[in-house]
């Protein structure tokens, strides 16, 4: 049986990045993420050229009907759906960073961890004016469970994001970084803290970078983010109707979808179409026509739409929400495609980020898939 490609098969992506897989081994290959920020209780891995994200330890994964062996002496992994051998994948190897500490004597796998397989990934302030109201936290998050668990700390310096940025990129060629951040309080909603963050970073490593924050009130922001030597940025919508806003992140709902588009414009006319981005979370009540005309509109005005199926994530208070099935994510991602082709915003063209990973998502395997045909 052949080494399993994803490239030319974005239904085996949706498929497993709605499903999840069990493993035979949890401990074989890469470690898995639990809580935090991003694809949190998922696996990197990879199919031929291409590594995906894939949850392991949700209610959706406990159930599928996808099994992974623990790899072989040659790195590969059989697969098997419903008992049926389908091919074998690879899991990415443990990143050499991890085995350091910072000056300061905290490992090093606490101030930054490794997305999909060159993806270094940060939560800088691992606290949120969200999360700590439990009228306003997002239903979805689980930002502070890797904090309670000792597991990441609470303030990352930008002294100590430099220091493991350079050593990501040394020991394990590490291509792009994202830094996001919980909401501050202030005005900035923690652009400041970002912006510091990246002029540490590009101070001793030529690194691209994707900031991500919610929309700050004063645009001036966005240059000053810029300036620092941010690449892209990331205003995650995450739902894009006002009545699911409400019911699943009633704090950050607060901010009008207005405000948004207004910082979504701004933008684009300081980091460039294309370079500015938003997540969207498939699954969350948002109907799919709902998400094409978002997406759409999001396209016109030169932000890259990243819509990824919702993972519910345990001990949060959607672990048990349903995940989409892969026909619902087959609906939107390839109309999408289309849209971003048509709109010059390929992902292969952002600079640094969750968009160009495209790990949580089969959005860019459509993609490539449209660029070919």
């Known amino acids: 049986m052949l080494e399993l490609a994803a490239n030319t098969d974005p239904d085996l992506i949706n498929d497993l990045q709605t499903k999840g897989m069990r493993l035979v081994d949890p401990r074989a290959g890469h470690e898995s993420r639990r809580g935090?920020?991003?694809?949190s209780d998922h696996k990197a891995v990879s199919f031929g050229d291409t590594t995906v994200m894939v949850p392991v330890h949700t209610a959706?994964?406990?159930e599928s009907p996808y099994l992974v062996e623990a790899p072989t002496a040659d790195g590969l992994a059989r697969?098997?759906?419903d008992g049926a051998d389908i091919g074998r994948v690879r899991f990415p190897g443990?990143?050499?960073f991890y085995d350091l500490t910072t000056a300061d004597g905290i490992p090093y796998n606490k101030i930054a961890v490794l997305h999909s397989r060159d993806v270094l990934a940060t939560t800088i302030l691992q606290t949120c004016i969200r999360y700590e109201s439990r009228k306003k936290t997002c239903q979805f998050c689980s930002i502070g469970q890797s904090l309670a668990a000792g597991r990441t700390v609470a303030h990352k310096t930008p002294e100590q994001l430099a220091e493991v940025a350079k050593a990501a990129v040394e020991l394990d060629g590490v291509k792009h970084m994202v830094m996001t951040t919980g909401t501050p309080p202030g005005r900035d909603r923690g652009a400041a803290v970002l912006a510091e963050s990246a002029r540490a970073v590009k101070a001793v490593v030529d690194l691209p970078i994707q900031v991500q924050c919610e929309p700050p009130e004063?645009?001036?922001w966005h240059q000053r983010m810029k300036d620092a030597g941010a690449d892209a940025l990331g205003m995650h919508l995450?739902?894009?109707?006002q009545e699911v806003r409400e019911r699943i992140m009633p704090g950050k709902a607060s901010v009008p979808l207005e405000k948004y588009f207004s910082s979504f414009e701004a933008a684009v006319r300081v980091f460039g179409r294309g370079q500015v981005s938003?997540?969207?979370l498939a699954g969350l009540g948002d109907t799919r026509d709902a998400i094409v005309e978002?997406?759409?509109r999001l396209v016109a005005m030169g932000v890259y739409p990243f819509v990824v199926p919702f993972v519910p994530i345990s001990g949060t208070p959607l672990e048990s929400h349903p995940a989409p099935d892969s026909d619902f994510m087959a609906s939107i991602l390839e109309p999408v495609s289309k849209l971003v082709v048509d709109g010059g915003l390929k992902a292969s063209d952002i600079k640094a980020g969750c968009g160009k990973c495209g790990a949580c998502s089969a959005l860019s395997i459509y993609e490539k898939l449209r660029i070919k045909a």
């Open 294 to 296: 978002m997406s759409a």
């Open 218 to 220: 004063d645009d001036v």
């Open 79 to 81: 697969v098997t759906k």
């Open 238 to 241: 995450e739902a894009v109707t």
């Open 278 to 280: 938003t997540y969207i």
């Open 94 to 96: 443990r990143p050499r």
């Open 36 to 39: 935090g920020a991003g694809p």
């Open 60 to 62: 959706p994964a406990f």
